[in-house]
């Protein structure tokens, strides 16, 4: 492993993202948690900007710290919360909890291990490229995907619309 | 290390400065004008120094933090309001040759980037602990987030017509028309939604003195008080330099008046937009914020998204596509 | 709609919008108001207390310092029931400075109002406007009175001071060039889409409930009822004037602007008649005893002042102080419907609806 300079800055965005998500646990105010996670997000965007892959790190910034940490905030401060302290977890749920993300950790490991990395020198892929492979190579994933949002965005609304009632 | 690429910065965060102290000078007085009176004229000759006077009065007084604030997100909200300010200008071209970064998605990073001063906003008003704060911040990001849309769609129809991300590739594509005449639509939906980003009358709702006695920021005194008036007058800097990259042809001479260097015509063309600014803000009262939000999604939206229909119909028709197919 | 949670709000009494010291207790759900509690109180004077330690002239100035953007009404308010119950002759020069000063203050306090109301929706620019042309009114009053805000002009018998030579001349000046001046406000404010949106439709007030609020002033004419004391009942020389009373259609912010506005050309209008009949020379202190001794009994009048029916009830014992004296005061009325009008409003109209009522805290407080 060389020191270089994108070494660094990979060592201190990893940190940072770790940090953020590690203090969005801990933390006992619901709105530091949000502003963790964003920091969290922000971090990620650095690590996207460090593969080269300056769209999603744009994409990333604009779409989760810009705005679902604010939609989060929002619902916050739009809704009561109490700094209430949170009941003991009993050690069988904590020995379960672990168990199972653990397995998911496994799980991660395995497949990032199996699939084949772009080895180093290949050419950042432009916007332009990225367009025709959502477009034409995976339309059909992303329709589904649009669909599946809003799906979910109707449900959301008649959710509300129950509560009313 | 290039000496340039750590110098440049520096140096233009002190022409950022520089302009700061002038625009807001300037503001005064051109308000001042329009409703007859002189302006400030106390401080230096023609007033010049105002806005020193007033920096450093806000640099010497007490720093208060309210008692039942949560002080390290009161303490943070205005340097993470300030810096993507700052950070926006990264990508902004001035002429061919003054530019820090040759971003391939310029415009997406000014938008992305921008959007992140909204949770400084957030945290200021919510760390603040007081409802005036809290309300104004809320009014401040929703706006915000609402005329983002407008915004990012609005320059849609230019990204078609350059196919390109890059603020220097659409400089460039504007040598022979800008494109403030074919994506009309495009300017008019950018420039009202750049206003309401900027919280500038008649969208200056978070700062509604009248209602909200000052926004989000009532809390805040000295020099944090100045962090967030000096974003926002970034944001005025940046916004108005995007709007000449994107619309009136960046450093591009108008009718082949080369001779003029390019510095020149982009800082006329950046005057202008600023000008007008100010204008409208001595002309227009408030809208009313569900106006505000009707207004973003029921009319700048719909309107955006035709102009991308437009831009896209357009680039097939013979004889107009060379104003859409750059 | 999603559950909120209710917030209780305290708007003023610092709060730059309720024109001086109102203090307003909001509680909204979201942006919606739910309740409103005006509380008044903060500039009260105890006046009509001190009214009855003091002789009748001596009253005048505390009467300017009620409605202090129309302090000559106020003085009128005063002198007219005094001269009333003592059956007093005005000479005709003094009357007529009477009107003119009265309707160059209405003018005065309605663009103070067109500025302060514009200003409380967003924009800077015609407040400016609005001042620069009182100030040539405060100007006018300063020269014949020597006040700018509070003129102690009136006397019980006529006026304190003759209008100084050429002082006439510059009043009609004045008029000449306030009429066209009104254009270029109509031309910033009046089209103005966004002063349109906020005004239209926002705070209507129907004719029925105005009547039973007691309203009166632009406030009641907003919502259809020609109602105006000038015409109705008319004092002074106001039956000897050709002017109209502007009335609205709907009853909302938007009629109330226009009919203010148009209140200040009939004004113009008023002043002008005034001017072309003024007597070249006369008296401007009727016959008065030197002591003045009001027969014992009661008395209400009631005068047009900018703002509604400013009435004053005198109750006498024969002597030279009132026994009691009581201000209908029509910014204290006109308040009292702000909570009604702002239930279920956007905490967004909440500066526009009042801003629209007119109020002047000197004169709800008194």
Not at chain 1, 119 to 133: D, I, N, R, Y
Not at chain 2, 232 to 259: C, D, H, I, K, R
Request: hydrophobic content about 50%; some cysteine; aromatic content about 12%.
């Amino acid at each position: 492993m060389i020191l270089n300079g994108e070494f660094i800055a990979f060592f201190i965005l990893s940190v940072m993202a770790i940090g953020g998500a590690v203090f969005m646990i801990n933390a006992t105010r619901v709105m530091h948690m949000a502003l963790s996670l964003a920091f969290t997000f922000f971090s990620i965007a650095g690590i996207y900007l460090l593969l080269n892959a300056m769209f999603i790190a744009v994409i990333q910034i604009l779409i989760y710290t810009g705005a679902i940490s604010i939609l989060m905030l929002f619902g916050i401060m739009l809704t009561k919360h109490r700094d209430e302290d949170r009941p003991a977890i009993s050690t069988r749920h904590l020995g379960i909890s672990f168990g199972v993300v653990f397995l998911f950790l496994g799980g991660i490991l395995f497949v990032i291990y199996q699939t084949p990395l772009m080895g180093e020198g290949t050419a950042p892929l432009t916007v332009q490229e990225l367009g025709t492979s959502v477009f034409k190579q995976y339309v059909i994933p992303f329709e589904l995907a649009s669909v599946l949002l809003l799906v979910a965005l109707v449900g959301a609304i008649i959710l509300a619309k129950k509560e009313e009632e | 290390m290039n000496p340039v690429l750590v110098m440049g910065p520096i140096l233009l965060l002190f022409v950022v400065l520089g302009f700061v102290t002038m625009a807001i000078l300037f503001e005064r007085k051109v308000i001042g004008w329009i409703q007859m009176r002189p302006g400030p004229n106390r401080v230096g000759p023609w007033g010049i120094l105002q806005t020193v006077a007033d920096v450093l009065k806000l640099l010497i007084k007490e720093d208060i933090i309210p008692s039942k604030a949560d002080k390290p997100l009161f303490k943070l909200a205005p340097a993470i309001a300030f810096i993507p300010a700052f950070a926006v200008l990264a990508v902004i071209p001035f002429t061919e040759s003054l530019q820090f970064s040759q971003f391939a998605v310029g415009i997406l990073y000014y938008l992305a980037v921008s959007s992140i001063t909204i949770i400084g906003i957030l945290m200021g008003g919510w760390a603040s602990n007081n409802k005036y704060a809290l309300l104004g911040a809320m009014r401040s990001a929703a706006q915000m987030i609402s005329y983002e849309i407008p915004l990012v769609m609005s320059v849609v129809g230019i990204i078609l017509s350059v196919g390109s991300l890059n603020l220097v590739e659409i400089v460039e594509a504007q040598k022979q028309v800008w494109f403030i005449f074919p994506q009309f639509l495009g300017f008019a939906v950018f420039f009202i939604a750049s206003l309401s980003e900027l919280n500038r009358t008649p969208f200056d709702l978070p700062e509604a003195e009248s209602e909200l006695v000052a926004g989000y920021h009532v809390e805040y005194t000295g020099f944090r008080f100045a962090f967030f008036m000096l974003s926002e007058y970034v944001y005025v800097f940046a916004m108005a330099s995007l709007t000449t990259v994107l619309f009136l042809g960046g450093w591009n001479a108008p009718f082949g008046l080369t001779m003029i260097p390019g510095i020149v015509w982009f800082v006329l063309k950046f005057l202008l937009i600023v000008f007008s600014l100010f204008w409208i803000r001595a002309t227009m009262p408030r809208v009313r914020v569900d106006q505000l939000m009707e207004f973003a999604w029921k009319v700048l939206l719909p309107v955006a998204l035709f102009n991308i229909l437009l831009t896209a119909v357009l680039q097939e028709v013979p004889y107009l596509d060379f104003l859409y197919r750059l | 709609m999603l559950r909120t949670e209710e917030m209780l709000l305290n708007v003023g009494p610092q709060h730059p919008s309720t024109h001086g010291v109102l203090r307003l207790v909001v509680k909204i759900d979201g942006e919606r108001i739910v309740e409103v509690e005006p509380v008044i109180g903060y500039l009260h004077r105890g006046t009509e207390k001190l009214a009855e330690d003091l002789n009748y002239t001596q009253i005048i100035p505390y009467t300017d310092r009620m409605d202090y953007l129309s302090a000559m009404t106020n003085n009128y308010a005063l002198v007219h029931a005094v001269e009333k119950m003592m059956g007093l002759e005005i000479p005709e020069r003094a009357d007529y400075l009477r009107v003119i000063v009265m309707e160059l203050n209405r003018i005065a306090s309605h663009l103070v109002w067109m500025g302060t109301y514009l200003l409380d929706i967003g924009a800077m620019s015609p407040f400016l406007y609005a001042f620069r042309d009182r100030e040539q009114i405060l100007s006018l009053f300063n020269e014949l009175c020597g006040a700018r805000l509070t003129y102690n002009y009136m006397r019980v018998g006529g006026v304190k001071w003759d209008a100084p030579p050429g002082w006439i001349e510059k009043a009609d000046a004045f008029v000449d060039y306030l009429l066209p001046q009104m254009d270029e406000y109509h031309g910033l404010i009046t089209g103005n889409e966004i002063f349109v949106r906020r005004t239209k439709g926002i705070g209507i007030v129907s004719q029925e409930l105005a009547i039973q609020y007691a309203l009166s002033g632009a406030n009641l004419r907003v919502s259809g009822s020609d109602w105006d004391l000038r015409k109705k009942e008319p004092y002074s020389l106001y039956d000897r004037f050709q002017f109209d009373v502007p009335v609205g259609k709907n009853g909302d912010l938007y009629d109330k602007y226009l009919c203010r506005m148009q209140e200040i050309v009939e004004s113009l209008k008023i002043v002008k008649q005034a001017i072309d009949q003024f007597p070249e020379k006369g008296t401007i202190m009727g016959k008065v005893p030197r002591v003045l001794r009001v027969p014992e009994g009661e008395i209400y009048t009631g005068i047009e002042s900018p703002r509604g029916e400013l009435g004053c009830h005198i109750v006498s014992k024969g002597k030279d102080k009132p026994w009691r004296l009581k201000f209908r005061r029509p910014s204290f009325y006109n308040l009292q419907i702000l909570p009604t009008l702002l239930v279920g409003e956007s905490i967004s109209n909440l500066v526009a609806i009042l801003g629209g009522i007119d109020i002047v805290l000197g004169e709800v407080d008194c």
